[in-house]
């Protein structure tokens, strides 16, 4: 169908969308991507993660796991939106509810509207995606994975490298990794989507309230495309919400 807010007036966006073909199957997707050294990389990681347990990985078949990894994606959320004193809008009324009907009523599709998939090490989660499929394309919607002794193994990435060999086994034509910039993103995808914005102003305040937002999704833009101060500015977030959650006891 015919977008309907198509006619709005936009201009070029700050961030863009993020994807690549599987078409050849998952070894000409590496050949394509340094495959040799990042496999041995993470071969290297997953060694590494079965010292600790039995190392699973895959995309979840079950209901009950389903749950299980929705629920463990948005515990990391919580946690994770808390450290940078930002509001959980996972958290509002109706939102898990929402994405549990999505997951439920995927079960028999063979183009889910979601669909989980999880890493877990001696029967433990510790990363998870989740991800829709529409014609044969893959649309990443979220990927987290738990902050503890496993993280320097890089359980994320292990778990988006599996994957995505599963979708090459799976026939999938494209596996999209969404919109806004991300270093790991930029190792996988060479297809850059441009992207437009659209705002209507009702008011003269509604106005610079635009100019505001823009100013500051630009500044957000160029401070994530540099490591050092993208870092420097998610650890001032969380000093922040540390000290204001203290100052509120």
């Given at each position: 169908m015919?977008q309907?807010l198509a006619?709005?007036?936009?201009?070029?966006?700050?961030?863009?969308?993020?994807?690549?073909?599987?078409a050849?199957?998952?070894?000409?997707?590496l050949?394509?991507?340094n495959g040799?050294s990042r496999?041995r990389k993470?071969?290297s990681?997953?060694?590494?993660m079965r010292?600790?347990?039995v190392l699973?990985?895959?995309?979840?078949?079950?209901?009950?796991?389903?749950?299980?990894?929705l629920d463990?994606?948005?515990e990391?959320?919580?946690?994770?939106?808390?450290?940078?004193?930002q509001?959980?809008?996972?958290?509002?009324?109706?939102?898990?509810d929402?994405?549990r009907?999505?997951?439920?009523r995927?079960?028999?599709?063979?183009?889910?509207?979601?669909e989980?998939?999880e890493?877990?090490?001696?029967g433990?989660?510790?990363?998870v995606?989740?991800s829709?499929?529409?014609?044969k394309?893959?649309?990443?919607?979220?990927?987290?994975?738990?902050?503890?002794?496993?993280?320097?193994?890089?359980?994320?990435?292990v778990l988006t490298?599996?994957q995505?060999?599963e979708c090459?086994e799976?026939?999938?034509?494209?596996?999209?990794?969404?919109?806004?910039f991300?270093?790991f993103k930029?190792h996988?995808?060479?297809v850059?989507h441009?992207?437009d914005?659209?705002y209507v102003?009702l008011?003269?305040?509604g106005?610079?309230a635009?100019?505001?937002?823009?100013?500051?999704?630009?500044?957000?833009?160029?401070l994530r495309?540099?490591?050092?101060?993208?870092q420097?500015?998610?650890?001032?977030?969380a000093?922040?919400?540390?000290?204001?959650?203290a100052?509120n006891r």
């Open positions: 015919a309907p006619a709005l007036s936009r201009s070029p966006s700050h961030t863009e969308g993020y994807s690549f073909a599987l050849g199957g998952f070894a000409a997707v050949q394509k991507r040799g496999q993470i071969q990681k997953e060694r590494k010292e600790a347990g699973e990985y895959g995309t979840v078949r079950s209901l009950e796991r389903g749950n299980a990894a463990f994606f948005f990391q959320k919580a946690l994770r939106l808390a450290e940078q004193g509001l959980n809008s996972f958290g509002a009324p109706g939102v898990t929402f994405f009907d999505l997951l439920d995927s079960r028999h599709m063979s183009e889910p509207l979601l989980m998939a890493l877990r090490v001696g433990k989660i510790c990363a995606i989740g829709a499929i529409h014609r394309r893959v649309n990443v919607y979220f990927m987290t994975f738990a902050r503890d002794e496993l993280a320097p193994q890089s359980p994320g990435q490298f599996r995505i060999a090459c799976r026939g999938m034509a494209a596996y999209d990794l969404g919109v806004g991300e270093d930029t996988w995808c060479d850059i441009e992207l914005d659209a102003p008011t003269s305040r106005k610079a635009i100019a505001a937002i823009q100013l500051g999704r630009a500044a957000t833009d160029q495309r540099n490591p050092f101060l993208w420097r500015l998610k650890w001032l977030r000093y922040l919400a540390r000290h204001a959650v100052g």
